[in-house]
């Protein structure tokens, strides 16, 4: 009786101490991450370990100053070769929060990665936004300003690092950004470009920009009401704003630069599907849905969906196999193994 109650305590202290070690290798979601060391002219936070979903990276972030994401803003030699790769974050959202799953990959591929906030909501906007009483969030503010802090960011990045072009990703607003500075500097200071469910030619989102031309045509002022909820970023978002029409007149893609559109059939927020993917020029339009019916990412998913991480990391170069599971909405990431 005696032994086997000594060999029953051996066996759970033995695992005991698997689950700890388990634990300690597997890093809690929003922790440091150990010996990273952020470069003080990104003006950017420590970097967190990242989070399972979109809205638990939110969440940690709130509670955060200006997080990284794990891999981003950290001392970095360039490879011959291959360019600086900047993360642009989407509307109401953060660089860590946007990119916590992403981040680690591409770095992971031995790129150089950055990631900034922009889209700070001000008195220069006009109206307020319930968004600018939440911490964390960012990207609200009208487009063109916020496509002159990112272009700003970006000359930063290219300045420090000596690099004469950067590697874009961008997701929702942010690939719209990336696709507008593009198109602002040319094939002379970008290499590629990757949007995920970024905002290309303006969004009906699920027919409200249908529902704002009549209303405006009645003499109701859903811009304010538009710009109370979202910022402004919200109006320049849909179609036939001004700022769409301003960045497609001519054409969007440039010679020489190098697209990717990554999008999914379960958008809400960047709709119809041909308003996320490019039409001209050098471009590669990738459905997540295509070979694999079962991932029901939506727009707040597919950053942290496995199949449209490994799809990012190839479009810049990489070799990451496309896995196919069951994913529902913005609980994707929730089943993977990162």
Not at 52 to 69: C, D, E, N, Q, V
Not at 113 to 124: C, F, I, L, P
Not at 248 to 269: K, M
Not at 275 to 292: K, P
């Amino acid at each position: 009786m005696v032994i086997r109650r000594i060999s029953l305590l051996a066996g759970a202290a033995l695992s005991a101490l698997a689950l700890t070690t388990s634990m300690q290798a597997q890093a809690l979601p929003g922790a440091p991450v150990p010996d990273a060391q952020v470069e003080s002219w990104t003006a950017m936070g420590p970097q967190l370990e990242p989070a399972k979903t979109l809205p638990g990276a939110l969440t940690i972030a709130m509670g955060a100053h200006h997080p990284s994401p794990k891999g981003a803003n950290e001392a970095c030699d360039l490879t011959a070769g291959e360019n600086p790769v900047v993360l642009i974050h989407g509307m109401t959202s953060n660089a860590y929060s946007s990119f916590g799953a992403i981040s680690p990959v591409i770095k992971s591929q031995g790129r150089c990665v950055y990631a900034m906030n922009y889209g700070y909501y001000t008195a220069e906007d006009a109206g307020s936004s319930a968004t600018e009483l939440l911490p964390g969030f960012y990207g609200y503010g009208a487009l063109d300003r916020s496509l002159a802090q990112v272009s700003e960011h970006i000359e930063l990045v290219k300045r420090e690092t000596g690099a004469q072009k950067v590697d874009l990703v961008g997701w929702s607003a942010g690939g719209t950004l990336a696709a507008a500075y593009a198109k602002q500097v040319g094939a002379s200071g970008v290499g590629t470009v990757v949007s995920i469910d970024g905002v290309l030619h303006g969004t009906t989102m699920g027919g409200l920009s249908h529902l704002v031309d009549q209303s405006r045509a009645a003499g109701v002022p859903t811009d304010a009401l538009i710009s109370a909820t979202l910022g402004p970023a919200g109006n320049d978002l849909l179609k036939g704003s001004e700022f769409m029409q301003r960045m497609n007149e001519g054409g969007l893609e440039v010679p020489g630069v190098r697209y990717v559109a990554i999008s999914t059939l379960y958008d809400e927020s960047a709709t119809p599907l041909e308003a996320t993917q490019f039409n001209a020029g050098d471009y590669q339009n990738l459905v997540i849905q295509d070979g694999c019916p079962s991932d029901k990412v939506d727009h707040l998913g597919t950053p942290y969906d496995d199949r449209a991480i490994a799809m990012v990391a190839n479009a810049l170069g990489g070799d990451v196999a496309l896995t196919c599971g069951l994913e529902i909405g913005p609980a994707a990431g929730l089943s993977s193994q990162r």
